[in-house]
C-alpha cells in the first residue's frame, strides 16, 4: 500500500501544467527594437518553432518526470508491504510500549516492577504485534513492531535503567511513528511519571491512539540525596568543600556525610527538616588536584548518595604586562607598582599572580594565550593595529585586559574609540601639574561589582583619601560601565565589554605625578581585585551531569570524576531525579497529550514511518535518483539543442 | 601604419574620431589630395599658397620666379573672395539615433560628419557657413561668416546636437526663410522619413528666394533591406507605436513601399528642381563632398 508523509506536497503536482501550457504556446520572443519608422512594417504571425518539435517534446517529458518525481520526493512516499496474517475485513491492533529508563526507575524495586508490568500487560491483552521504544534523556533502544514473542522477552531481559534523566517528548514521537496508518493503535507509558521528566514539552497524540498508563506502585521510604559539591580555596593549598545535600522525605533526617579519597575519609552528621536543604564543610589540605567522592549511607535511591568531586588548588593567575618602552618612566613606575602588589604573599591569600613583562615584539596572539590577564600600562599608545586586533580577539574568548594611560593618553583612547572598544568620548586632561592644591578624590564605586564588596563601608576611606592630581576626563556613554568615579562624576575606571570579556580602563596613571595611589594602603587590594574582576578562578573545574557527557571525547554513561582536555570533570547524577513528586496520570498528563495532536484528525494516516521498521519501505531516494537521471538527460538534451541552432534570442538591442 | 584613402572618408574609420575638427580636416584633404586634377582653387586675388603644377593647367598661373629659383613647376593658389552663404540644416529628430550593425554610426553622426565636412571645405573656399539643426523647433541656428572662429562654433553645434523628438519641417521653413536674405547654397540632410510630400515643396520654397538646394537623405540600410531574421517588436523612435513582426514575411512588402517612397522623393525633388543624393551610413564621405563641389562650382 502506498502511503504519503507529507500528502499536501502532492498539490503542487498541480504545477505539471505549467510546462505543458509553455510547450503549447511556445513561439521565439520578440526583441524590442526602437526603429526610425514603422509606416511600412506590417504585423505578422510569429513562427512556430517547428523544427525542434521532437526534441522539445522530449525536453517537455524529461522536464515533467524531473517536477513530478521531485515533488513525489517531497512528499514522502512509502510502501507498506500488506500483513497477510491479518483477515480481510478485521483491523489490526498494535501495542507500543514506551519504558522509562531514566534514573530514578532505579529507586527501590520500581524497575523489576514495571518490567513486570509490562510482561502481565503483553499476556493479558491480545494484540496482534507489539513493540517497544526504551528512553531516559533520549531513545535508547527500540524494538519494531512484531507478531513474535520472543525478540520482546529478550529485549526486556537486557534493560537496565540509566544514570541520566528522562526526557519521554521525542520517545513518544519515535513511538507513535511506529503504528500503522490503519491500525488499532494502543500505547502504553511505563514510568514513574516523574515531575521533573513529564513537565518538560510534550508532544500530542493523535485521537486514535489508545493511551494506558503503567505505574509502578508508589514508594514513599526515606531518601536523601546529595545535591551539588563545592570547593573553595582558604589560604595557600588549603581547601573547603562544602557538601549540599536534601532531604526528600516527608520527616527530619538526621544523616552522615563522608567524604572519600586518597587521604582517607571524614565523616560529619548533618540534621535535614522535612524537604530541606543542609549543608556539610569539610577543609582538607591540597597540594595537588585530587579525585574525591561524598556519600551518604545507603536508602531507597541510591544514585543520589554518591558524588564526584575534584579538589584542587586554584592555578596561578598569569599576568602579562606590555613594556615596550623601557624609557618611558610611567610605564616602569606602573608596573613596578602592579608587580609588587600583585606578587606580595600572604598565608591569608588563596590566588598567587606571577607577573611577566612583554617586549613590543612579543606582543602577539601566540603569546597573549598564555596570559590569563593583559596589563599594559602607559603603553597603549604603542600598540599597532594588528595589535589591537589582537588584543581584541584574547578579550572576546573572555579574558580580562588592563591598559593604564601614560603621557601619550590621547593616543591611547582615541585608538580605544577607533577600535570600538570605548563608547565613551575623550574630552582631554583634567588638572595638570602634581602642585594642585586641590586634588580631585574618588567618591563611589559601582555597588554591582567586586570592587565594591571589597571596599565595603570602612573599607572604603583610605581609597576616598586618594588624592589624583590629573586624569583623563571621558564623556561617559551608557554602553560602558563605571566601576569608579571621581567627585564630580567622571569615570575613574571604566569597565568596557569586548565580546565575552572586559578591558579595564583606569583613567589615571598608577604612576605619583598623577596621584598618589600607589602609595596607600587601598592600592593593593584594588589591583587583586581589580585582576580578579574578571577572572574566573574556578575556570577548569567543570560539573556537569550524565546526559550532558555526550561533549567528551569518549562516552561516559556512569557517575565519575575525570581529568580530560586540560579540565577536571565531576560527571554524577541529575538531583532532579531524585525528587519524589509525580504527574497525575488519571487526568492531567492524558489532557496534555491530547490537546497537541502529533497529526491532524484524519491525517493521522499518512506519516512516514523510520527505515528499517521491516514493513515499509522509503521511496523518496529513488524518486530523487529518478529527479537526476532527468536532470542530466535534460541538460545533455539542451546541450545538444544550443550546439545545433544558436539561440537568436540572445541578440541584443542595438540602440 | 599609413592611414590610405579610402579610409580618410570610410565612416567606420572617421567615426572613431572624436574630434569634429579634426575628422573634418582629415575627410577633406584627404578627398582632395586623391584628385588628380583640383580645379576648385580660389578665384581671389589674395594670395593663399603654393602647390605643384599638374600638366594641363593653366600657364598664366604658374609662378616664374619659382621656376627660375628652383627648377620647379609651381602654381599660385589664391584665397576667393565671395560672400556666398552656405546653409546647412540638419534634421536632429529622434528617428536619427539609429544604428544598425552595418553601420558604423547613427544617422545624425553620420549627418554631422558630412555637415562638418562640407563646412571645413567651404571655410576653405571662403565661403560664409550658417547651421539650422531642428527637431519639433530649432535647437542650433548659427548666422552665416567666415570670420576666425565660425568653423569652431559650427562644430560646438553639431556637438551638442541630440537626437530627440519628433522632427516638424513646417515649422523649420517658417523658422528659417527670414534668414535666407542672400543668394547661397542650401545643403538639407535628413532622413526624409514620412515627409515625401513636404520636403520638395519646402526646398523649392528655398528655391524661389535663389538658394540652390541640396537635399541629402542620410538613410542606414537596414532601413532599406530590413534584415532581421529574428522576430522584433519595432518601436517608433518618435511616435513610440509599436508593430510585432516578423520580418522574413514582410520583408518583400516592405522594400516594395520602401522603394516607392524613395521613387516619389526623388521625383518630388527633382520637380522642385532640387539636387537630391541619397547617402547610406556605409557609404564613404566622398560622394559627399563631391556632390558639394559640382554644385559650387555650378553656382560659381
Given at each position: 500500500m502506498l502511503s504519503f508523509g507529507n500528502s499536501l506536497f502532492l498539490f503542487a503536482l498541480a504545477g505539471l501544467a505549467v510546462p505543458i501550457l509553455l510547450h503549447l504556446i511556445n513561439r521565439e520572443l520578440a526583441v524590442n527594437l526602437k526603429f526610425p519608422?514603422?509606416?511600412f512594417i506590417n504585423r505578422s504571425q510569429l513562427p512556430r518553432r517547428e523544427k525542434r518539435k521532437l526534441r522539445d517534446l522530449l525536453l517537455l517529458l524529461l522536464r515533467l518526470f524531473l517536477f513530478a518525481a521531485v515533488v513525489l520526493a517531497f512528499a514522502k512516499p512509502v510502501w507498506i508491504e500488506p500483513l497477510a496474517s491479518v483477515p480481510e475485513g478485521t483491523t489490526l491492533r498494535q501495542t507500543v510500549y514506551l519504558v522509562d529508563a531514566s534514573s530514578?526507575?532505579?529507586?527501590?524495586n520500581q524497575w523489576q516492577e514495571a518490567l513486570a508490568a509490562v510482561r502481565k500487560d503483553i499476556a493479558d491483552t491480545d494484540s496482534d504485534q507489539v513493540g517497544m521504544v526504551v528512553y531516559a534523556d533520549r531513545v535508547l533502544s527500540q524494538l519494531p513492531l512484531?507478531?513474535?514473542s520472543d525478540p520482546v522477552e529478550n529485549f526486556l531481559q537486557e534493560l537496565e535503567p540509566s544514570f541520566t534523566a528522562g526526557s519521554p517528548g521525542p520517545a513518544i514521537e519515535t513511538a507513535v511513528r511506529l503504528f500503522r496508518p490503519d491500525s488499532d493503535k494502543r500505547l502504553v507509558l511505563v514510568s514513574d511519571f516523574q515531575e521533573t521528566d513529564w513537565q518538560r514539552d510534550l508532544p500530542g497524540v493523535s485521537e486514535d491512539v489508545e493511551l494506558v498508563f503503567l505505574t509502578p506502585r508508589a514508594n514513599d521510604a526515606v531518601n536523601v540525596g546529595i545535591v551539588n559539591v563545592n570547593t573553595v580555596p582558604v589560604g595557600k593549598n588549603r581547601a573547603r568543600v562544602l557538601v549540599t545535600v536534601r532531604n526528600n522525605s516527608s520527616e527530619s533526617q538526621t544523616v552522615s556525610i563522608t567524604l572519600n579519597g586518597e587521604f582517607g575519609s571524614e565523616e560529619k552528621m548533618v540534621n535535614l527538616p522535612a524537604g530541606q536543604l543542609g549543608n556539610a564543610t569539610f577543609t582538607l589540605d591540597v597540594e595537588e588536584p585530587r579525585a574525591m567522592t561524598a556519600n551518604l549511607r545507603a536508602d531507597i535511591y541510591n544514585r543520589d548518595n554518591v558524588w564526584h568531586f575534584w579538589v584542587a588548588p586554584h592555578p596561578v593567575v598569569r599576568v602579562i604586562a606590555f613594556l615596550?618602552?623601557?624609557?618611558?618612566p610611567q610605564a616602569v613606575n606602573a608596573f613596578y607598582f602592579l608587580q609588587t602588589a600583585l606578587e606580595v604573599e600572604s598565608e591569608s591569600d588563596w590566588v598567587r599572580f606571577e607577573v611577566m613583562a612583554l617586549d613590543r615584539g612579543f606582543f602577539e596572539e601566540s603569546v597573549l594565550v598564555d596570559a590569563d590577564v593583559i596589563v599594559i600600562p602607559a603603553a597603549a599608545a604603542y600598540l599597532k593595529d594588528y595589535q589591537w586586533e589582537d588584543l581584541i580577539t584574547y578579550l572576546d574568548q573572555g579574558r580580562t585586559a588592563i591598559v593604564l594611560p601614560g603621557e601619550r593618553f590621547p593616543k591611547q583612547f582615541r585608538a580605544l574609540e577607533r577600535h570600538g572598544i570605548m563608547n565613551s568620548r575623550f574630552l582631554g586632561l583634567a588638572g595638570n601639574t602634581n602642585e594642585r592644591q586641590t586634588p580631585y578624590h574618588l567618591s563611589s564605586i559601582n555597588p554591582s561589582s567586586r570592587l565594591a564588596q571589597t571596599f565595603a563601608d570602612a573599607a572604603a576611606k583610605d581609597l576616598f583619601l586618594v588624592n589624583v592630581y590629573r586624569y583623563v576626563r571621558l564623556q561617559p556613554s551608557s554602553e560602558d560601565t563605571i566601576l569608579m568615579a571621581f567627585e564630580n562624576g567622571d569615570p575613574a575606571i571604566l569597565a568596557l565589554s569586548v565580546g565575552q570579556g572586559t578591558l579595564y580602563a583606569p583613567t589615571f596613571a598608577f604612576d605619583p605625578s598623577w596621584t598618589d595611589l600607589p602609595l596607600r594602603n587601598s592600592f593593593l587590594p584594588l589591583v587583586r581585585e581589580l585582576v580578579q574582576e574578571g577572572f574566573d578562578t574556578n575556570r577548569l573545574r567543570q560539573q556537569i551531569f550524565v546526559e550532558e557527557a555526550s561533549q567528551l571525547a569518549e562516552p561516559i554513561l556512569a557517575p565519575t570524576s575525570l581529568e580530560a582536555d586540560g579540565k577536571y570533570w565531576e560527571i554524577n547524577v541529575n538531583p532532579s531525579e531524585s525528587v519524589s513528586g509525580h504527574v497525575d496520570t488519571e487526568q492531567w498528563l492524558p489532557a496534555l497529550l491530547s490537546?497537541?495532536?502529533?497529526?491532524a484528525k484524519g491525517t493521522a494516516t499518512t506519516h512516514a514511518f523510520p527505515s528499517g521498521s521491516g514493513s515499509q519501505k522509503d521511496l523518496w531516494p529513488w524518486l530523487l535518483m529518478i529527479a537526476l537521471l532527468c536532470l542530466l538527460l535534460e541538460s545533455l538534451l539542451t546541450g545538444i539543442k544550443d550546439t545545433v541552432q544558436p539561440s537568436v534570442l540572445q541578440k541584443t538591442d542595438p540602440v | 601604419m599609413a592611414v590610405a584613402y579610402k579610409d580618410l572618408l570610410d565612416p567606420a574609420h572617421l567615426t572613431r574620431i572624436e574630434n569634429y575638427a579634426l575628422m573634418a580636416k582629415g575627410a577633406v584633404e584627404g578627398f582632395l589630395s586623391g584628385m588628380h586634377r583640383s580645379v576648385y582653387h580660389g578665384l581671389g586675388t589674395e594670395f593663399l599658397q603654393y602647390r605643384n603644377y599638374v600638366p594641363g593647367e593653366d600657364l598664366k598661373y604658374v609662378d616664374w620666379k619659382v621656376f627660375a629659383k628652383r627648377d620647379e613647376l609651381v602654381t599660385k593658389v589664391y584665397q576667393e573672395e565671395t560672400s556666398m552663404n552656405c546653409y546647412f540644416v540638419i534634421?536632429?529628430?529622434?528617428?536619427?539615433n539609429y544604428q544598425g550593425e552595418r553601420a558604423a554610426c547613427t544617422k545624425l553622426r553620420y549627418a554631422c560628419m558630412i555637415a562638418a565636412s562640407l563646412a571645413y571645405l567651404a571655410t576653405r573656399q571662403g565661403d560664409n557657413i550658417s547651421l539650422f539643426a531642428y527637431q519639433d523647433s530649432i535647437v542650433e541656428a548659427l548666422e552665416p561668416g567666415h570670420r576666425n572662429g565660425q568653423l569652431h562654433r559650427f562644430l560646438q553645434a553639431l556637438i551638442r546636437l541630440k537626437p530627440e523628438g519628433h522632427a516638424n519641417h513646417e515649422r523649420l521653413l517658417q523658422s528659417i526663410t527670414h534668414h535666407m536674405r542672400s543668394r547661397g547654397l542650401v545643403v538639407y540632410l535628413s532622413d526624409m522619413l514620412e515627409a515625401e510630400e513636404t520636403l520638395p515643396r519646402m526646398l523649392q520654397t528655398l528655391r524661389f528666394q535663389h538658394c540652390d538646394c541640396l537635399a541629402m537623405q542620410v538613410l542606414d540600410p537596414d532601413e532599406q533591406d530590413l534584415p532581421h531574421g529574428y522576430p522584433v517588436r519595432y518601436i517608433d523612435s518618435e511616435t513610440g507605436q509599436e508593430v510585432t513582426t516578423f520580418a522574413d514575411t514582410v520583408r518583400e512588402g516592405y522594400e516594395k513601399s520602401m522603394g516607392q517612397f524613395m521613387e516619389d522623393l526623388k521625383k518630388g525633388f527633382r520637380d522642385a528642381q532640387v539636387e537630391y543624393t541619397l547617402l547610406l551610413t556605409t557609404d564613404n564621405l566622398g560622394r559627399a563632398l563631391s556632390q558639394y563641389l559640382h554644385k559650387r562650382e555650378s553656382i560659381t
Open positions: 519608422s514603422i509606416r530514578s526507575m532505579a529507586r527501590g512484531s507478531e513474535d615596550p618602552n623601557l624609557d618611558e490537546q497537541k495532536p502529533l497529526y | 534634421d536632429a529628430s529622434a528617428s536619427h
